[in-house]
């Protein structure tokens, strides 16, 4: 089932995001993380409009839009390859003409989840902090 978030789960999702990107994310560094993970619970997933998938009462995954971009989508890695990602994209389409997200180009989960999902590159920049690659994409959602 998927349905709005709840600030109570910002604990659960943050466990999600941990998890899913110490998997999708090993080249970033420590500190980097750290930074990440205060602004996901500080600023990120409060001003976000945020989605969760749960099964059995459960949250094991979740996609935060800011506007028509994807700030962030994660999956419980007991849980990916399972629909849920493609799920939550599908979700959040019936909302938006067009949907763009930035991806590490060395994230070698996303990137080809994005490119299998009909997303296509747009540009690609460095970005200091994370001291990697980022490349946008954008998907035209089709009869919006």
């Known amino acids: 089932m998927i349905r709005k978030y709840d600030e109570n789960e910002i604990p659960a999702l943050l ?6 990107a110490a998997i ?6 420590n500190e980097f993380h750290t930074m990440v993970k205060e602004m996901m619970s500080e600023k990120y997933l409060p001003d976000s409009d945020t989605w969760v998938y749960e099964e059995s009462g459960k949250v094991v995954g979740f996609i935060s839009m800011i506007g028509n971009e994807i700030g962030g989508l994660f999956i419980d890695p ?10 939550l994209v599908n979700h959040i389409a019936q909302f938006h003409s067009e949907i763009e997200v930035e991806v590490f180009q ?3 989960i996303g990137r080809p989840f994005y490119e299998k999902s009909g997303f296509k590159f747009l540009k690609e920049y460095f970005m200091d902090g994370a001291d990697q690659i980022v490349m ?3 998907k035209v959602i089709p009869n919006s």
Do not use: V, Y
């Open 15 to 20: 466990a999600i995001w941990e998890e899913a």
């Open 24 to 29: 999708a994310h090993p080249f970033l560094s």
């Open 78 to 87: 007991k849980s990916q390859s399972k629909g849920i990602g493609t799920s």
């Open 106 to 108: 060395e994230n070698r």
């Open 136 to 138: 946008r994409m954008k």
